[in-house]
């Protein structure tokens, strides 16, 4: 049973935008946030952006200025408008999201692929 699903993924060239969007299963235990991370190869998976339930944000240096974060914990949404992408914002972009029970659940994934 996928728990979380992502979608947006694809191929830009550099300066071009994408919308990633995440949706978990209603079966997951109330959440505290949802987040986006990214693993490029041979590289560390790293968080990208992070929204509470609450509505506050936060961003990975690499991606302030450029990305956005935006959704709804209690729907269990969550979407990342990216600008401006850079052939370094190639990669695996995860959803992740984040239960009062201290769950972490993650999306299969979708690849971003940013080149000319």
């Known amino acids: 049973q996928v728990q979380l699903v992502e979608s947006g993924g694809g191929w830009v060239q550099p300066g071009g935008s994408l919308k990633l969007s995440c949706a978990a299963s209603?079966?997951?235990?109330?959440?505290?946030?949802m987040a986006w991370y990214r693993q490029a190869p041979g590289k560390q998976r790293e968080l990208v952006a992070l929204?509470?339930?609450?509505?506050?944000?936060t961003y990975a240096d690499s991606v302030k200025g450029r990305f956005t974060i935006s959704g709804d914990t209690t729907r269990k949404m969550v979407n990342l408008q990216m600008n401006s992408l850079k052939p370094e914002d190639t990669a695996v972009y995860y959803c992740?999201?984040?239960?009062?029970?201290?769950?972490?659940?993650w999306g299969q994934g979708t690849q971003v692929t940013v080149s000319s």
């Open positions: 992740n999201a984040r239960s009062f029970l201290s769950e972490f659940h």
């Open positions: 209603t079966k997951i235990f109330r959440l505290n946030a």
């Open positions: 929204i509470t339930h609450n509505g506050a944000t």
